[in-house]
Each structure stands twice: as structure tokens, then as C-alpha cells.
């Protein structure tokens, strides 16, 4: 997402952002199946690529209000669907994260919502495939969304001016992460991800976690 964006939509109010699988069954052999395992749980495992968007964006947030359930209901499993919310009154902003392992059918995976409109995208980032598939970050596809999974826009950016249309997905480019390591370490660049900024979102995951269990909001 970006603030470009943002500003198209007006004051942004909510964004919902989603990452979903299906899978009905335990994978066997698979520790973040194993409930008592630390770490385990779609928590852990997705809730990190929905949470650190949204701070890089906004920031900690004030709240949070989480609902993490086995709704596979698999013997001595860990949680497999989560709702977490991140709440900014100060800004009239929250964010809606959601993860399930009972999704077949795949909701947006973004969608935000503005005073002036709206934007909705589906489809995953498609690095991680690309690379199971063996494409090379040195392809030229390489980091490109379908077409069809480009964002549509619906939204008044001036006063009697209405645009509804397509958002071309920016490319995908994980390697950008490592150049930036790399030139920290020798001194040529500061790290665009920090340790505060790790820290910070797996606070929101312990939050998340003590916030369903006691069934109540948590202040960060």
C-alpha cells in the first residue's frame, strides 16, 4: 500500500487484510500443527506478514482486540484462524487482520476504505510460487502479478470527479531486503527493518494471544 494511494481514497478509516488457506486436515509431520510447540499456530506463522504492513504504515497501535480459535478442531492442535484488530481512536483508523485454514473460496486479500472511496485487491504476493517453481529473481516475470489480481479503485478524488478503474500491481522484490542487510553491514546504508520494529509486532502477537484468551482489549 502506498500513501499515494491513501490520499486517493481520502481519510482512510479501515483496511482489512487477509491471508488465507485451505486445508481441512492436520499436515502430518509438521510442527506448527503441534498446539503445545512454541511458535506454532497460524498466529505465529501469518499473523507477522498482515501486522507489519499495517505499523510501517500507522504505527503501534493503541488497542488490541484478537479472537484466535481450532476451528478445525483437531485434537491437541493450535489455533487456525485468528481476527485480530488493531485500533487507532486517535486516528479513527483500525485494521481488521484476519487468517484461516478453512478458506476455499478467497476473499480479497486487501480491501480499504476511505472517505472519498474504496480500493479492493485479491491474489497473494506471488514471489514465494515463483520461487517453488523455480523462476529466478533474475527473470523478467519475476515478481509480477496476473492481471486479474490487480486492485480496483473506486473513489472521488475531487470535487465532481469520480474514477473507477485498475491499480496496477507494484513488483514484487524481496531482494531488496538483503541488498539493504547487506549494505548495513558494511556500513553503507541503515536498516530499513529494525529490531524495534520485529519486536514491536511480535508484542501484537503476544498481545493478540492474551487478548483471547481473557476476551477483552489490550492496550499496546
Known amino acids: ?22 486445508r481441512a486436515f492436520k499436515k502430518e509431520n509438521a ?3 503441534v498446539g503445545d510447540f512454541p511458535g506454532s499456530g497460524v498466529l ?81 504476493d506471488v514471489q514465494e510460487q515463483q520461487l517453488k517453481q523455480g523462476i529466478s529473481p533474475k527473470s523478467p516475470d519475476y515478481g509480477k502479478d496476473a492481471p486479474g489480481n490487480f486492485g480496483t479503485l473506486d473513489s472521488e478524488i475531487s470535487s465532481g470527479i469520480h474514477v473507477k478503474g485498475v491499480v496496477t500491481t507494484v513488483d514484487g522484490n524481496y531482494q531488496a531486503y538483503y541488498d539493504n542487510v547487506a549494505a ?16 514491536n509486532v511480535i508484542r501484537i502477537i503476544e498481545l493478540a494471544i492474551q487478548s483471547s484468551k481473557e476476551r477483552r482489549s489490550l492496550s499496546f
Not at 5 to 12: K, T
Open 1 to 22: 500500500m502506498s500513501f499515494v494511494l491513501f490520499n486517493v481514497l481520502g481519510r482512510v478509516v479501515e483496511l482489512e487484510s487477509r491471508f488465507d488457506r485451505y
Open 31 to 33: 510442527w506448527r500443527e
Open 44 to 124: 505465529y506463522d501469518l499473523g507477522a506478514h498482515l501486522f507489519d504492513q499495517i505499523v510501517d504504515l500507522y504505527g503501534t497501535p493503541e488497542y488490541v482486540t484478537a479472537t484466535l480459535c481450532n476451528e478445525r478442531e483437531i485434537k491437541g492442535g493450535p489455533d487456525d484462524s485468528f481476527l485480530v484488530i488493531l485500533d487507532y481512536p486517535s486516528k479513527n483508523f483500525k485494521a481488521v487482520c484476519r487468517a484461516g485454514m478453512l478458506v476455499r473460496d478467497k476473499p480479497p486479500r486487501f480491501t480499504v476504505f476511505g472517505t472519498n472511496g474504496s480500493f479492493t485487491k485479491y491474489g497473494l
Open 184 to 199: 548495513a553491514v558494511v556500513g553503507d546504508a541503515g536498516l530499513m527493518v529494525t529490531a524495534q520494529q520485529a519486536a
